[in-house]
C-alpha cells in the first residue's frame, strides 16, 4: 500500500522516517497518545480509517486494538503548518492507555491547574 | 535553572535530548501545536507558566509569543505513562501557528470527516 505522492510530498519525518501523530478523541477533545507513523502506517490509516502506527521498540506496525480491543475508528487527519506532525481525530473505543486509563496522560501531573486549584 | 530532579528522572529524551510537547487549548481543547523540549525549556515552563520551547531549526530556547505577542499562559503540564511526551494545557493569546491560523493543523486535512460530511 502506498502513500498518494500528493500527501507524501507534503510530509516532513525525521531521521527514522517517522512523523508524530497526536491522536485526539472526536468527542471529548481529550488528547490520548503520541504516537509514531512512517509512509505506510499513514496509508494504512488514510486507506482503512483504523489507527495505525509504527512502534519503534517492537520496529513493527501495530494497529491500535488489535490485541485489546480498544480500537480507534480514524475520522479526520490533518498534518501541521510545517509538514511534521499529524492529528488524528479518533472515536475510541474503551481506554486508549495500555494501563487502562482513559488517556497516556491521565494520571501524571507535572503542574497542576492553579486556577482550578483556587476555584 | 534546572529540573526538579524527581521530574527529570520521569523523563525519556530522545537521542538529542529532547521530548515533543503537544500544546492543547484549555479552553477549546483545540490541539494548538508541536514543540520540542529539552529539560531546561520544561523548567523554564514550569516555574514561569510561559509556554518554552527548544528551536530544532534554530538551536535556542524559545518563549512563545515573545516576537508575536502570541503568548500561552501554561494552565497545566502533564507527562505521559512511558515518559516521552508531554501535554501542555494553556491559555493562548491570539492565533498559535505563525501563519496567522488559530493552530497549527487549521489548514490542511489529509482525510476529512465523512459523517460530518454526510450531514
Same mark, same amino acid.
Given at each position: 500500500m502506498? =502513500?498518494?505522492p500528493g500527501i507524501a510530498t507534503l510530509l516532513k519525518r525525521n531521521a527514522d522516517g517517522l512523523v508524530p501523530a497526536v491522536v485526539q478523541d472526536a468527542t471529548s477533545r481529550e488528547v490520548l497518545m503520541l504516537a509514531w507513523m512512517n509512509d505506510e502506517a499513514l496509508s494504512r490509516t488514510l486507506t482503512t480509517r483504523r489507527g495505525t502506527y509504527w512502534s519503534r521498540s517492537r520496529q513493527q506496525y501495530w494497529v491500535k486494538g488489535e490485541t485489546s480491543g480498544n480500537t480507534q475508528h480514524v475520522r479526520? %487527519?490533518?498534518?501541521?503548518?510545517?509538514g511534521d506532525? =499529524? =492529528? %488524528? =481525530? %479518533?472515536?475510541q473505543t474503551g481506554p486508549a492507555c495500555h494501563t487502562g486509563a482513559t488517556t497516556c496522560f491521565t494520571d501524571r501531573t507535572l503542574l497542576a491547574d492553579a486556577e482550578a486549584a483556587d476555584a
Amino acid at each position: 500500500m502506498s =502513500l498518494d505522492p500528493g500527501i507524501a510530498t507534503l510530509l516532513k519525518r525525521n531521521a527514522d522516517g517517522l512523523v508524530p501523530a497526536v491522536v485526539q478523541d472526536a468527542t471529548s477533545r481529550e488528547v490520548l497518545m503520541l504516537a509514531w507513523m512512517n509512509d505506510e502506517a499513514l496509508s494504512r490509516t488514510l486507506t482503512t480509517r483504523r489507527g495505525t502506527y509504527w512502534s519503534r521498540s517492537r520496529q513493527q506496525y501495530w494497529v491500535k486494538g488489535e490485541t485489546s480491543g480498544n480500537t480507534q475508528h480514524v475520522r479526520e %487527519v490533518r498534518i501541521d503548518c510545517d509538514g511534521d506532525t =499529524l =492529528l %488524528v =481525530l %479518533v472515536d475510541q473505543t474503551g481506554p486508549a492507555c495500555h494501563t487502562g486509563a482513559t488517556t497516556c496522560f491521565t494520571d501524571r501531573t507535572l503542574l497542576a491547574d492553579a486556577e482550578a486549584a483556587d476555584a
